[in-house]
């Protein structure tokens, strides 16, 4: 079973940049279509950006589209989310997440392994 651990997360300006990076040990990342996932305090868990594992095809929530993109690197078994022109409402515990789907999903419950999440906070 895959485990992943995310990393990357931070204090960073409004306008500014973050990447953050999920690596995975265990197993390898590209046996599953991977996701992004965040939480704010007193929000439900909402999905950011997935990324297939038979494609490749990328897929992003309306608030993070333009801004936001996910990647990955089969070599290094690591998937990344880079984030531009952050926002304050972009503040949340970030979570990465795998899927044995071979395309992307937006739906948390097909996904079957989670990291532990990193904090992005975004100041004004």
């Known amino acids: 079973q895959v485990q992943l651990v995310e990393s990357g997360g931070g204090l960073v300006q409004a306008g500014g940049s973050l990447r953050l990076s999920c690596a995975a040990s265990?197993?390898?990342?590209?046996?599953?279509?991977m996701g992004w996932f965040r939480q704010a305090p007193g929000k439900e868990r909402e999905f950011v950006a997935s990324i297939s594992r038979t494609f490749g095809s990328t897929n992003y929530a309306n608030s993070v589209k333009g801004r936001f993109t996910i990647s990955r690197d089969n070599a290094k078994n690591t998937v990344y989310l880079q984030m531009n022109s952050l926002r304050p409402e972009d503040t949340a515990v970030y979570y990465c997440?795998?899927?044995?789907?071979?395309?992307?999903?937006?739906?948390?419950?097909?996904?079957?392994?989670w990291g532990q999440g990193t904090q992005v906070t975004v100041s004004s």
């Open positions: 997440a795998a899927s044995l789907r071979g395309l992307g999903t937006t739906l948390t419950s097909e996904y079957t392994n």
């Open positions: 265990g197993g390898s990342s590209s046996s599953y279509s």
